[in-house]
């Protein structure tokens, strides 16, 4: 985690700023000579919105995923959980997903997989300086894909990428990932740091909790959100963001149903039963 602290503050000071009219020139293909090597010896922190596109592309439960194919890094820095991706325990360190051909969820990738050989970088989030979000080249040896001929702006790999539905759902998760709660050196208790990681990345269990509890009677939820978080697994994770919000920090983001006194305070609202 510390080598990472290091590339953020390198980036931040010494990488050329790129913006979405900026042009670059990359390309990636099967004929490459280093097709696939990018996808080995890497750490690729996994976004909640990756841990759903992901399980649901291999038709497996959130929890089978995570135990499977992720790793959960602990540092003393940290906030709340991050989840990586688990590489294969073979001498290149390999992507469990890629094969000779490419990448077998190519179309489900995470996000930063797509965005590839581009980094996007806040100095505000970073460290509160003053500052707009900017791409920057992440510099990879191995990498031939910048001799390549192929020209475009940052902007155009960006839609051509795919990335917009993971950027909007990575925005929502800003705002209880980098909430001022942390800002302010504030810590989670255990239980909720348990019930972060379980609506961040554990989407089924999530939804086990709310419809399994006393949730649902004692909180005051649109019939018609109830029906998309029954089986939509992206609108549920917007419910959770919400959720996060009231029950991690104390936000107004729940409405109490009238007259029930048995809501849980902020500090115990992970033990809804």
């Avoid at 009219?21 to 696939?36: A, D, K, P, V, Y």
């Avoid at 991050?82 to 995470?110: H, I, W």
């Avoid at 795919?162 to 929502?172: A, K, P, T």
């Avoid at 729940?254 to 033990?271: E, S």
Wanted: charged share 30%.
């Amino acid at each position: 985690m510390k080598e990472l602290e290091n590339l953020k503050e390198a980036v931040l000071k010494e990488y050329p700023r790129m913006q979405r009219e900026s042009g670059f020139r990359f390309n990636c293909h099967e004929g490459i000579s280093c097709f696939n090597k990018c996808c080995a010896d890497v750490n690729i922190f996994l976004t909640p919105y990756d841990v759903i596109r992901l399980k649901n592309r291999l038709k497996i439960s959130s929890q089978e995923f995570l135990d499977k194919y992720t790793l959960l890094p602990i540092d003393e820095s940290q906030n709340h959980p991050v989840v990586m991706l688990k590489m294969m325990a073979d001498e290149d360190k390999s992507c469990p997903f890629v094969r000779a051909g490419g990448c077998s969820v190519y179309g489900d990738r995470p996000w930063s997989c797509r965005m590839f050989p581009l980094g996007v970088a806040s100095p505000k989030e970073s460290n509160g300086c003053d500052g707009g979000e900017f791409y920057f080249m992440i510099e990879e040896p191995v990498c031939q894909g910048y001799l390549q001929e192929k020209h475009q702006t940052v902007g155009e790999w960006v839609e051509e990428q795919g990335v917009g539905q993971y950027s909007e759902m990575g925005e929502l998760f800003k705002e209880v990932s980098l909430h001022d709660f942390f800002k302010e050196r504030k810590q989670l208790t255990p239980a909720k740091l348990e019930m972060f990681y379980t609506v961040c990345y554990n989407i089924d269990k999530f939804r086990e909790f709310i419809f399994g509890s006393s949730f649902l009677k004692r909180f005051d939820v649109e019939e018609e959100t109830v029906n998309d978080i029954r089986t939509d697994d992206e609108e549920l994770l917007k419910f959770g963001f919400n959720w996060l919000k009231y029950c991690l920090f104390g936000d107004k983001t729940m409405r109490v149903r009238a007259g029930n006194d048995a809501a849980p305070r902020v500090d115990t609202a992970a033990n809804v039963g």
